[in-house]
T-cell receptor
């Protein structure tokens, strides 16, 4: 069974640009959640999607958005990039939600110059 | 706001020694708590999930306990091996996951 796949693995952008990251969950998993990991703030919850609907949201500005497609694949978008958005972005999937064991992808390392 | 603290921040032990990692949280109204392992530059691997109604979970050499009323969880790793070297994170689920900063473990051969 294939694991959670995140693309791209690395990304370099400049301030002001926007970026889209992709996450393909494990087959059959309907919940996808996104996290930002930085050395200073650690791991922080961004949002969770279930059956194409955002079910939960963390404390991030509106520049961070996401969506989920009918095949459960998810994308997150960051607009008007800032230097502080440089981070490892991780997504996780589960069958129904965070009440269950989560399976994480390897992440997308975003560098904003 | 849920605050999750992990002590110690780093730990170095000789091979064969037992490991004890601590996690504390401020709001006891949680659904569950998970322990994860993260290798450098990689994603997280779930080790153990303890539901709020449970007191402990075991998997192989790993045992995690949960005392919800006191806001504490402990991860025990028996007979540590160099392959156990990683960062261990606990995450508390109270409708969303809140993570601790992690304990970085080094097991010396």
């Amino acid at each position: 069974k294939a694991g959670v796949t995140q693309t791209p693995r690395y990304l370099i952008k400049t301030r002001g640009q926007q970026v889209t990251l992709s996450c393909s969950p494990i087959s059959g998993h309907r919940s996808v959640s996104w996290y930002q990991q930085t050395p200073g703030q650690g791991l922080q919850f961004l949002f969770e999607y279930f059956s194409e609907t955002q079910r939960n949201k963390g404390n991030f500005p509106g520049r961070f958005s996401g969506r989920q497609f009918s095949n459960s694949r998810s994308e997150m978008n960051v607009s008007t990039l800032e230097l502080g958005d440089s981070a490892l972005y991780l997504c996780a999937s589960s069958l129904e939600g965070s009440n269950e064991k989560l399976f994480f992808g390897s992440g997308t390392q975003l560098s904003v110059l | 706001k849920q605050e999750v603290t992990q002590i110690p921040a780093a730990l170095s032990v000789p091979e064969g020694e037992n490991l004890v990692l601590n996690c504390s949280f401020t709001d006891s109204a949680i659904y569950n708590l998970q322990w994860f392992r993260q290798d450098p530059g990689k994603g997280l691997t779930s080790l153990l999930l303890i539901q709020s109604s449970q007191r402990e979970q075991t998997s192989g050499r790993l045992n995690a306990s949960l005392d919800k009323s006191s806001g504490r969880s402990t991860l025990y790793i028996a007979a540590s091996q160099p392959g156990d070297s990683a960062t261990y994170l606990c995450a508390v689920n109270d409708y969303k996951l809140s993570f601790g900063a992690g304990t970085t473990v080094t097991v010396r051969a």
